[in-house]
């Protein structure tokens, strides 16, 4: 059963002098992967994040756009300070490997981050934590240079639920708009409570494929469907505890059996359709906004037209004005709020 419910809460720079005022950069990694400063402290956040991180170094969260990150993107290409024997750092799979020598650590290197708004940010590895159920994958503890405080702080958003996110080692960059670039030398450092980890976590792992199909694609679409981002421009239309149930065309996710008045759930409402750019069509919105609503914020993107059966019983009513809503790669239905989480494979 596939119920999943959403959390409360995811360019190589040059660094002037001025970007880093106060401690010399050797005296700054010297104090890296101590321990998380104090001013890290747990923050509500008001829908499903896209990389899971903090949206500014002030305590001002709230008043900050969601497409707002301290950190979007690091370079593994030229690291800024690395064991001896490491010249750079690989993404095979989900996983660092140093190079030219495998084996050396990557534990400790200190790279070069940067934010949505392209200001440079340093990052350090701090630790690695294999998953045993999927040789492919590691989990990340990362640290970064907060330039207000003068300390390194986990860049991870905290809750109740995940008090010390760790981070996932992904493939290509993703902008202000949700969409995801491939870029030479760039990976994403996805935070445990981020879309981009969720979606690899519930099966789209984006160097994977199924069924000789690559799932990069469905990864993307799922990026998409956890934070209800219709119009494909990065802004979600979800809020805390809403659960969905969804199902894919290759089959990693599953349609869940109607959920039981045991469980606490009503009965399911078909939501929307998706592709890796957003919604291919909709009958209903997430956090119970008018649809017109929707289709106010991306004018000529939807149309309103004969419904379109999608099977199972899902029925379209608003449908993508450039496409039909048959290509889609994930379809998703909505519950009300309730207490029921999607449980990850063992080890991860």
Request: glycine letters at 8%; proline letters at 7%.
């Amino acid at each position: 059963m596939n119920l999943i419910k959403l959390p409360l809460s995811l360019l190589c720079l040059l660094i002037s002098a001025s970007s880093y005022a106060g401690a010399p950069a050797a005296d700054r990694y010297s104090r890296r992967c101590q321990g998380y400063a104090t001013h890290n402290r747990s923050l509500p956040a008001s829908a499903a994040l896209l990389w899971g991180t903090r949206r500014t170094w002030e305590d001002s969260q709230q008043r900050t756009d969601e497409r707002h990150s301290v950190l979007v993107s690091v370079d593994i290409a030229s690291p800024r300070l690395v064991d001896g024997e490491v010249k750079s750092l690989q993404l095979e799979k989900g996983r660092l490997v140093a190079s030219p020598r495998a084996s050396a650590r990557v534990v400790g290197s200190v790279l070069q981050g940067a934010s949505s708004d392209g200001k440079p940010v340093v990052v350090a590895l701090c630790g690695v934590e294999p998953v045993p159920a999927d040789p492919d994958m590691a989990w990340y503890r990362v640290e970064a240079w907060n330039p207000v405080t003068q300390q390194w702080v986990n860049p991870c958003v905290t809750t109740d639920r995940v008090p010390d996110p760790r981070a996932l080692a992904v493939s290509g960059v993703w902008d202000s708009s949700g969409a995801c670039l491939q870029v030479p030398g760039k990976i994403t450092l996805a935070c445990e409570n981020s879309a981009i980890a969720q979606c690899i976590r519930w099966g789209y792992k984006p160097w994977a494929s199924l069924h000789g199909q690559s799932l990069a694609d469905l990864h993307q679409a799922c990026t998409r469907m956890v934070r209800a981002d219709y119009c494909g421009n990065g802004r979600s239309h979800t809020h805390p505890d809403i659960v969905i149930d969804a199902y894919d065309r290759l089959g990693v996710l599953s349609l869940a059996a109607e959920a039981s008045a045991r469980q606490g759930f009503g009965r399911a409402s078909f939501e929307a359709a998706w592709a890796p750019d957003g919604a291919t069509c909709l009958s209903s919105t997430r956090d119970g906004r008018a649809l017109e609503k929707v289709l106010r914020e991306c004018p000529g993107r939807f149309r309103p037209g004969a419904s379109v059966d999608l099977g199972h019983g899902d029925v379209c009513t608003v449908q993508r004005a450039d496409m039909s809503p048959g290509p889609a790669l994930l379809v998703n239905r909505s519950y009300g709020p309730a207490t029921i989480t999607v449980v990850a494979p063992p080890g991860q």
